[in-house]
């Protein structure tokens, strides 16, 4: 698979919704599914941290990519592109950081 833009991403994403779900319910159940895949991918960082674990890298992914799905429904469902989400986040950490943004790196 190549790699797609994140619009492209959320695009995708939106057509493996649930169909017997409105536009409500869907938007509530990916928010929900946020919360629940965030707790999971910290489950592995615990154990590996706190636990001396080895870092499960392809479970993590699977993790991060179940919460990547739910924060682009989520916005999905509010009409928010995934490239707003993101553009809009490194405008505030430009603020908030602006030393790590006035030189390359």
């Known amino acids: 698979m190549t790699a797609a833009t994140l619009d492209e991403y959320q695009a995708s994403a939106a057509r ?3 169909g017997a779900l409105d536009d409500r319910q869907r938007l509530l159940d990916s928010a929900c599914g946020l919360a629940e895949e965030a707790g999971e991918a910290l489950a592995h960082v615990r154990k590996h941290v706190m636990q001396g674990r080895a870092l499960d890298r392809d479970a ?12 682009a429904m989520t916005a ?4 928010i592109t995934l490239q707003d989400v993101a553009s809009a986040n490194l405008a505030k950490l430009a603020v908030r950081h602006p030393e790590s943004f006035s030189a390359p790196r």
């Open 60 to 71: 993590l992914r699977e993790e991060l990519g179940d919460a990547l799905w739910c924060v």
């Open 76 to 79: 999905h469902g509010a009409g």
């Open 16 to 18: 493996t919704t649930n």
